[in-house]
């Protein structure tokens, strides 16, 4: 099926209104860092007549970054319930409002002279990104057609990099346009058919997605997957978690999604500024410096995202996190040949002429390949994986999971990365190549393909991956499996034994 207008529109609408202000949020505290401390300072120096010392002022400013990420693991908890009981459409809509609220505390900030206020509003953002973050792609997946699943899938990453991009050249103020356009846009027909037994209404939906009046074979799926579902319940986080008939689907989530921030990206925009001037960039081309990584952001997301239908899921994510744990590593190694960051962190009596001075090229180009390398995959496919493993009853609560990690391992990384910085040096990036090579090697062994599938398809592909996991030892040997990790017709020809 092509791509039609409405498809296009609303995957922007919802992109541009929610994924955006994410990405806006996740960088915008980097560049006035040292206005926020200042604010800070003073406001500690009018309350009790003395500043902050650097230990609590560090710690506040690192609350203010993180708090963030808390916000974003309570509105991600929230998921399943806002769906159920508004749909996707409706929660998307209805979590705008926070966008105001939260601006209106951030807003009035100075004029209150409240930190507090500051760090409140932070949360507030964090809980509407912690809703979008989960239903976007959860409604984009549903009204996509499978040959469309992977590009529409990854447009919200193409706007988290622009909404870095904005907040790192300028001020960009709160975009609210989802709160009164989205409404022109029907609900996910996939939930007004499954969930809502709604056969009309999502028919009419269908109609408008994919510009065609013949919808029959996407209806006969969906309600292929419905009777497939007859019997069961939407499944709640702790069903979830103790479904042994979708252990490997969520093993997949949970390590994707907490791999996703554990690789360290999270750091690198909280703290680009700093992690530049620690590398030798002089403070006055660390600005443009910061731009030109976001300028790489959006191409490395364009790649991902026009690339995805056609060589698949997999080598984008593996790809990703392989060239970010490269970089990560090579951070480390151009750090300690740079003579003044050696003598900064681990070797005080090291001479200067042993520095390398043009090393910090090297660091930058490796910050700039850990972006690329994220925007490419890493950054949006975890979240596509999440709606393309699971059938309805267990999606709400997959997204659950896979955004409370999510969001939790988002706020470990931001807050304790510059006291991580300060204690390791150049060796605190090890940890982050350590984890996003281990994710690469998961995703080659276990994950299957996904790229032209449907979800009952994909729910069969796992089905036999159990079966094959389940014979005894000496049949293994005997078995091939597909590029899709299914089992081949012709496995066991010439075997001379039935599999049970």
Request: one cysteine or more.
């Amino acid at each position: 099926m092509h791509l039609t207008f409405p498809l296009l529109s609303v995957s922007l609408l919802v992109s541009f209104g929610s994924s955006m202000l994410y990405g806006y949020n996740l960088a915008v505290v980097n560049s006035p860092a040292v206005h926020i401390k200042a604010f800070y300072n003073a406001t500690w120096s009018q309350r009790y007549g003395h500043e902050l010392t650097p230990g609590p002022l560090t710690l506040l400013y690192s609350l203010t970054v993180s708090i963030f990420a808390l916000g974003g693991l309570v509105g991600s908890l929230l998921v399943g319930m806002l769906v159920e009981r508004y749909g996707r459409n409706g929660a998307l809509s209805r979590s705008a409002l926070l966008v105001l609220l939260a601006g209106g505390f951030m807003g009035f900030s100075r004029e209150l002279g409240s930190p507090e206020m500051v760090i409140i509003g932070r949360s507030i953002t964090g809980l509407h990104s912690g809703i979008c973050l989960s239903v976007v792609p959860l409604y984009l997946g549903e009204i996509a057609p499978k040959n469309l699943r992977g590009f529409l899938g990854l447009m919200p990453s193409i706007f988290i990099c622009l909404g870095v991009f904005a907040a790192q050249v300028l001020s960009l103020p709160e975009l609210l346009g989802e709160l009164l356009l989205l409404h022109c846009f029907p609900e996910s027909p996939r939930y007004l058919l499954i969930e809502r037994n709604d056969v009309c209404g999502a028919t009419k939906a269908l109609h408008q997605f994919l510009g065609t009046p013949d919808v029959q074979d996407v209806i006969e799926e969906m309600k292929e997957e419905q009777r497939s579902l007859s019997s069961m319940e939407m499944v709640s986080v702790w069903q979830l978690l103790r479904d042994r008939s979708v252990y490997w689907q969520t093993l997949s989530v949970v390590v994707v999604n907490a791999g996703m921030q554990l690789s360290g990206i999270d750091a690198i925009w909280f703290y680009t500024n700093i992690i530049f001037e620690n590398v030798g960039i002089p403070v006055s081309q660390i600005p443009y410096t910061t731009v030109g990584t976001g300028v790489i952001e959006i191409i490395a997301g364009l790649i991902g995202c026009f690339t995805i239908e056609k060589v698949g899921r997999r080598p984008l994510i593996i790809i990703g996190f392989c060239a970010m744990g490269i970089c990560s590593a090579g951070i480390t190694v151009s750090l300690l040949l740079q003579g003044h960051h050696r003598a900064k962190w681990l070797q005080p009596s090291v001479p200067s002429q042993a520095a390398l001075p043009w090393m910090h090229y090297v660091s930058v180009a490796c910050v700039v390949g850990i972006i690329a390398g994220f925007c490419m995959g890493p950054a949006g496919v975890p979240f596509l994986m999440t709606a393309e493993l699971f059938t309805q009853s267990h999606r709400p609560a997959a997204y659950i999971v896979g955004g409370s990690l999510n969001w939790l391992c988002n706020f470990t990384v931001g807050f304790i990365f510059p006291f991580l910085q300060m204690s390791t040096g150049a060796f605190c990036y090890l940890v982050f190549c350590g984890v996003c090579l281990l994710v690469a090697l998961y995703v080659y062994f276990i994950i299957p393909e996904t790229k032209n599938k449907t979800f009952m398809e994909i729910s069969h592909i796992f089905a036999t991956r159990r079966s094959v996991l389940s014979f005894p030892a000496h049949l293994i040997g005997m078995m091939r499996l597909d590029g899709y990790g299914t089992l081949e017709s012709s496995s066991m020809e010439g075997s001379g034994s039935s599999l049970p």
